[in-house]
């Protein structure tokens, strides 16, 4: 039977032949149990059908798992010393091409054009380096890219932050933001003991379903995510009180007091209490105001 990359014995011999050294600095912990990998591809519906767009192979434990899995494989990689090793552990799969960039200053867009057929059915499926978990899925959420879902390892406490609801005290503009264009859940808690070497958080599997049309109507996007980060500035004050000082320079504490009624919103609430939906509607009250 054959030996899959994402076990102890096959990883240290990889290590061991090319002398390799893990890079804290790149995020590198690798994953060796072939089950959890199995459940997260179970989880992302990757399919024979499917295109799978990975990034940070490694040294192809999961890009394996997805060669299997799915009808093509396009792998972002960021270290060149993981090139040679792709090459090998990779050889018995036609269906991956791995390309030497940094996810965040690639075309993915470009890409996805250029290597899967038209109208194909992508999920993006990773163990993310979790010194850049944010940025990463920023950029893919907010870029709408033509996926249909990103499945990914990151850490648990941002994972938490990411699928929060209100009135919870993961809750807060990371929330919105990453809710504003997918629906998000914590779909896996995974133990320490799966990776090599191990990381000193604890790790989840998030899954994001990107949307077809944001959940709410916002006239201007930027000002929105402004509002709400403003809202979350200082978290044990009133919604009031940040509201008071993001606005001080364009508008007179009455006029803020208006845009609270106008809205429905009490403002002694904290931010923490307000869906996206009361965000949306405070952001359009106050917008068409502004100076
Ligand atoms: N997928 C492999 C696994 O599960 O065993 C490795 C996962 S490891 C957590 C993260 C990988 O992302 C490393 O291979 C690292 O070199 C790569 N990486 C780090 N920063 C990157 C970037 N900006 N763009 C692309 N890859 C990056």
């Known amino acids: 039977s054959k030996k899959y990359i994402a076990t102890p ?9 090319y002398s390799f050294a893990f890079k804290k600095s790149l995020g590198q912990n690798f994953l060796i149990d072939v089950n959890v990998l199995e459940n997260i591809i179970h989880q992302a519906g990757i399919t024979k059908e499917t295109g799978a767009i990975e990034i940070g192979p490694g040294m192809g434990a999961l890009t394996e798992q997805l ?12 270290d060149q010393r993981l090139l040679p ?25 470009e890409v996805i054009q250029t290597h899967f057929e038209e109208g194909q059915d992508i999920h993006v499926v990773a163990n993310l380096p979790y ?16 996926v249909t879902s990103l499945t990914v390892m990151i850490q648990k406490e941002v994972a938490d932050r990411m699928a929060a609801v209100p009135n919870t005290k993961s809750y807060g503009s990371l929330s919105i933001a990453v ?22 958080v604890d790790s989840s599997v998030l899954k994001l379903v990107m949307r077809k049309e944001p959940p709410v109507q916002v006239d201007n996007v930027d000002f929105f995510f402004e509002l709400i980060q403003a809202s979350f500035a200082q978290r044990r004050k009133t919604l009031r009180n940040n509201l008071n000082r993001f606005l001080q320079d364009k508008f007179a504490k009455q006029q803020i007091e208006t845009f609270l009624e106008n809205a429905a919103i009490d403002g002694g609430r904290r931010g923490e209490t307000l869906t996206m939906e009361e965000f949306a509607s405070l952001a359009n009250v106050i917008h068409k105001e502004l100076p």
């Open 9 to 17: 014995s096959r990883t240290k011999e990889l290590l061991n032949k």
């Open 85 to 109: 090793i792709l090459e090998e552990t990779l050889a018995d799969y036609d269906n991956v091409e791995i390309i030497h960039h940094d996810i965040l200053k690639a075309n993915v867009e």
């Open 179 to 200: 809710q504003y264009y997918t629906e998000a859940s914590v779909v896996l808690n995974v133990p320490k003991q799966v990776f090599m070497p191990q990381p000193n």
């Open 131 to 146: 010194y850049i978990t944010t940025p990463i899925l920023m950029k893919l959420v907010r870029d709408q890219l033509p």
């Open 67 to 78: 060669a299997i899995h799915a009808d093509k494989v396009v792998a972002f990689e960021i």
